[in-house]
């Protein structure tokens, strides 16, 4: 509920507010070079860019626009509100009222352009639109959009972002950037330990006291865990800690499947991750990726005490007992271990 009124709110503080001269006077192909990434209060939240999402090369040449009129927020709330009022204005920029409009947003219905792309077979556009969000914007405000639509994306056959799960090299040497537009997202606090006797670590938590903290308790979790092996464990490699927060797919998937949700049948279990994974498996490469590995590697983390219950039933129940009568030469104790053997 916090995700659905936050967003809502930022929303219709950002989004492009019309007056009558503008929808009387405007010409729709001047508004496509202006406002083509707006969000527009007449439209419920969508922008001209949902309009010409059947349209290719509209989208291109979009995106040929100068920065400044794709971010542009004039005639927005936000903008009206805090003219005249530094105050204010602060205020707003540090609660991001006053960001940069993006490439990709949502509209009253918490659709977002992607999945209305999809569902109008669209995927050249949303093809377009992906590749360049990863590849020439490649920043963290992107991320929560991919999230949001991750299960549509990675079930489309035409359609890879195996940008958005792997690091590239040019970005693992800049530094400098804040944040790009990957699955993984940098998680640096002072108590975190730089060293560890492990390559990778995994830590999955589902519930957090007070999740506007979230970044707080996980480092506690971790140095916990790191005191927990104690001090005579030797600690040489180096290593850095990275988090995936999956509330937005959650939170998609939730809209998208209210009915499921609703009857409590909607459940993000290792099964669901599973089948998350392998929703297009001719898409080989996506499997090669760095987060999918380590993705792949927790499932298999978490299964592995299950298959080794099972081995060990297996041997116990089966394998010892078929040996016993082979041989053995007492027909009761070839019964009862074949009972055995049949059970298990």
Do not use: W
């Not at 995927?123 to 999230?147: F, P």
């Not at 940098?186 to 060293?195: G, H, S």
């Not at 509330?247 to 089948?275: H, M, N, S, T, V």
């Amino acid at each position: 509920m916090h995700y659905v009124l936050g967003y809502l709110q930022d929303l219709l503080l950002r989004e492009k507010t019309p007056d009558l001269g503008y929808m009387v006077l405007s010409d729709f192909n001047e508004l496509k070079r202006t406002d083509f990434f707006r969000s527009q209060e007449y439209l419920h939240g969508q922008s001209i860019r949902d309009i010409c999402l059947s349209d290719p090369n509209a989208i291109k040449v979009a995106l040929a626009l100068p920065p400044g009129a794709i971010a542009s927020l004039d005639g927005s709330l936000a903008v009206g509100i805090s003219r005249g009022d530094q105050v204010r204005r602060e205020a707003f920029r540090q609660l991001k009222f006053l960001a940069p409009a993006l490439l990709i947003s949502q509209d009253y219905n918490y659709v977002s352009t992607l999945e209305r792309g999809l569902v109008l077979n669209a995927v050249l556009s949303v093809k377009i639109l992906l590749r360049h969000v990863l590849q020439e914007v490649n920043t963290t405000a992107y991320a929560r959009y991919i999230m949001l639509d991750l299960p549509c994306i990675l079930s489309q056959k035409k359609l890879n972002i195996n940008e958005y799960f792997e690091r590239s090299h040019a970005e693992l040497l800049d530094r400098e950037k804040e944040g790009f537009c990957n699955m993984e997202s940098p998680f640096d606090a002072d108590l975190l330990p730089v060293f560890s006797d492990q390559a990778r670590e995994y830590l999955r938590l589902g519930k957090f006291r007070n999740f506007h903290d979230f970044e707080n308790e996980l480092a506690a979790q971790i140095v916990q865990r790191d005191a927990l092996k104690g001090p005579e464990r030797e600690r040489n490699i180096e290593v850095e800690h990275h988090f995936i927060d999956f509330q937005e797919l959650q939170i998609g998937e939730k809209l998208r499947k209210r009915g499921l949700a609703i009857e409590k049948r909607l459940r993000f279990d290792d099964l669901y991750y599973a089948r998350l994974l392998a929703s297009n498996p001719e898409n080989r490469e996506f499997f090669l990726k760095e987060t999918a590995q380590k993705l792949i590697d927790l499932q298999y983390i978490r299964a592995k005490k299950v298959f080794v219950a099972l081995f060990a039933c297996y041997c116990i129940g089966f394998c010892l007992p078929f040996v016993l009568i082979v041989f053995a030469e007492d027909p009761g104790l070839h019964l009862a271990m074949g009972r055995i053997c049949l059970v298990s």
